[in-house]
């Protein structure tokens, strides 16, 4: 798992957080741990935990196995 691999599939995922205002941005990846940082509306929003989780995490870990959990920083 590269930080390339893992870009080009928060680049998918990018469009429908930026359709409420919103964006992701990558941080750190490390033992299967990718960390993410919340933008724009996203980042003040209550449900900003259940977009990283149900949203980002579940897509990442489809498209890319390898990925253990994504974290919020």
Excluded: F, N
Excluded at 15 to 35: A, N, S, T, W, Y
Excluded at 41 to 56: D, E, L, R
């Amino acid at each position: 798992m590269s930080t390339v691999e893992i870009q080009k599939v928060l680049d998918e995922v990018r469009p429908h957080l930026q359709m409420d205002g919103g964006d992701v941005e990558l941080v750190d990846v490390k033992d299967g741990i990718v960390k993410v940082k919340l933008k724009g509306h996203c980042a003040g929003c209550p449900m900003s935990q259940m977009t990283i989780k149900w949203g980002v995490e579940s897509y990442l870990k489809k498209k890319i196995p390898s990925v253990k959990a994504v974290e919020s920083v």
